[in-house]
């Protein structure tokens, strides 16, 4: 398996404009996360999803953060309008759950966000 | 909520030491992990355990439950194994990551 896939690997936009993080989760795998990682935070939880149902959000900072998963292979993270703070890295991780008893996550190589 | 407690914070050593990270959380959890993230930035789990002690080629860790704190011990360092090591607990599929110890092994 190729792993989590993460796109694009860097991002650098201006203030203001929308940004559209995407994943590809490994393939049998029934959660999918999304994570934040700042110098000031470290590691943050951002949303997760089980079987492509939003299961916990409380980690969104706020309304300008949105997540969805159409699909079993691939989910988004929307940032509209972006900030200066939120620039970070921003990881997508898969795990494979119950099926497989097996809940170790598998983190994709990440996407690093500058908003100028 | 949660608190998880590294350290050290930093932790250089000479090629060859044996290194002992640690990590102490507040509250029960379901599980706990191991994470080594690398200059690049890719994060690798090393270990998820929930009792006792697991063991991966030079890597152990062991956790103690009732005392809420967890260990990661590398034998035989190696340059190699410089990174980030990161403890993170888990509530159900919700982790909890400690700010990570960052480690430097010289030659």
């Known amino acids: 398996d190729a792993g989590v896939i993460q796109s694009p690997r860097h991002e650098v936009t201006e203030m203001g404009q929308e940004v559209t993080l995407r994943c590809k989760p490994i393939s049998g795998h029934d959660y999918l996360f999304w994570y934040r990682q700042t110098m000031m935070r470290g590691l943050e939880l951002l949303i997760y999803f089980n079987n492509n149902v939003p299961i916990d959000d409380s980690g969104m900072p706020e309304d300008r953060f949105s997540a969805k998963m159409p699909n079993a292979s691939f989910s988004t993270l929307k940032i509209q309008p972006s900030e200066p703070r939120d620039s970070a890295v921003y990881f997508c991780?898969?795990?494979?759950?119950?099926?497989?008893?097996?809940?170790?996550?598998?983190f994709g190589p990440g996407t690093r966000l500058t908003v100028t | 909520k949660n608190e998880v407690e590294q350290s050290p914070q930093n932790l250089t050593a000479q090629e060859g030491e044996f290194i002992t990270i640690n990590c102490s959380y507040s509250v029960g959890i379901s599980a706990l992990h191991w994470l080594q993230q690398h200059p690049g930035g890719g994060i690798v789990s090393l270990f998820m355990l929930s009792s006792g002690k697991k063991k991966h080629g030079r890597l152990i860790a062991t956790i103690n439950i009732q005392e809420k704190h967890s260990s990661l011990h590398i034998t035989a360092s190696h340059p190699r194994d410089s990174a980030v090591y990161i403890c993170a607990v888990g509530y159900g599929n919700k982790l909890v990551f400690g700010a990570g110890t960052i480690l430097r092994v010289k030659s």
């Open positions: 991780a898969s795990s494979p759950g119950a099926r497989s008893n097996d809940y170790e996550q598998y």
